[in-house]
C-alpha cells in the first residue's frame, strides 16, 4: 500500500528554443507557486477516503484514514482496517507499520524523498524540489519526477482557495490512487506525539537506514 500511496514519466524537452524557454518559465512559475502555497501550511490535518485503480480503471481497493502534516519534515498518515498501514516522518526517518504483518520498516527520510514527493510536502523549501517538474492549470498542481528512479510516476495536487481539497497519485504500474480530503484543519495545533514512533511489542525491525 505504501508503493501505491505514496516513478515517473521524463519532461520531454522541445528542439525549438522559444517554446522551451518559455514552457521552462512557466514550470518556475509554477514550482513558485507551489512552494509559496505550502509555505503558508505550517499543519495540514484532514481525513480522505482513497480509491485504488489500476491501468485499465478497474477497482483494487478502497479505504479510508487521517493525515497530519507539520512543518518542517513531519508527517501522519494513517490507512484505517480492513487495510492498516501507518506511515510516520519524524523528520530524519519515515518509519512504515504494517499491523497485519507486524513489522516495521524504517528508511532514512531523505532517502525516502527520492521515491516519494509526498514527502516534499512537509518542507517547500526542501532542495529535493529541484528534482521534479510542476505544472499548474486551475489551481491544480502536476508534479513528477525529473528521473526514473522513483516509485511514484506523477503526484496530482488540487486546491480550493488556500484548502489541499484532493490529490491523485500514479505509479510506475499507472496505478492510480485517488484521496479526497474532508474535515481539514490548517494551521492549527497538531498533537506532536503523533510524529514520535515507538515500535510495538511483538513486531520484527527492517531497518534499512544507511548509517
Do not use: C
Amino acid at each position: 500500500m505504501f508503493r501505491k500511496t505514496l516513478t515517473i514519466a521524463r519532461w520531454l524537452l522541445t528542439s525549438l528554443l522559444l517554446v522551451h524557454t518559455v514552457s521552462m518559465a512557466q514550470a518556475i512559475d509554477a514550482q513558485h507557486l507551489l512552494k509559496q502555497r505550502l509555505s503558508q501550511l505550517k499543519t495540514f490535518q484532514a481525513k480522505f477516503s482513497q480509491r485504488v485503480t489500476d491501468a485499465q480503471n478497474t477497482l483494487l481497493q478502497e479505504g479510508d484514514g487521517n493525515i497530519v502534516l507539520q512543518y518542517p519534515n513531519q508527517l501522519y498518515w494513517s490507512l484505517n482496517a480492513p487495510n492498516e498501514n501507518i506511515l510516520v516522518a519524524d523528520g530524519q526517518t519515515l518509519w512504515q507499520l504494517d499491523p497485519f504483518m507486524e513489522q516495521v520498516v524504517a528508511v532514512n527520510q531523505k532517502a525516502a524523498i527520492d521515491n516519494n514527493p509526498l514527502i516534499l510536502l512537509t518542507n517547500p523549501q526542501d532542495k529535493a524540489w529541484d528534482e521534479y517538474a510542476i505544472s499548474e492549470h486551475n489551481n491544480q498542481f502536476v508534479i513528477t519526477p525529473k528521473s526514473q528512479q522513483g516509485e511514484i510516476a506523477k503526484l496530482v495536487l488540487s486546491f480550493d482557495g488556500a484548502n489541499l481539497v484532493a490529490m491523485q497519485i500514479i505509479d510506475g504500474q499507472q496505478q492510480v490512487s485517488d484521496l479526497v480530503f474532508t474535515a481539514i484543519k490548517q494551521n492549527q495545533i497538531v498533537d506532536k506525539a503523533l510524529f514520535t514512533f515507538i515500535i510495538p511489542d511483538g513486531f520484527e525491525l527492517d531497518d534499512q537506514r544507511i548509517p
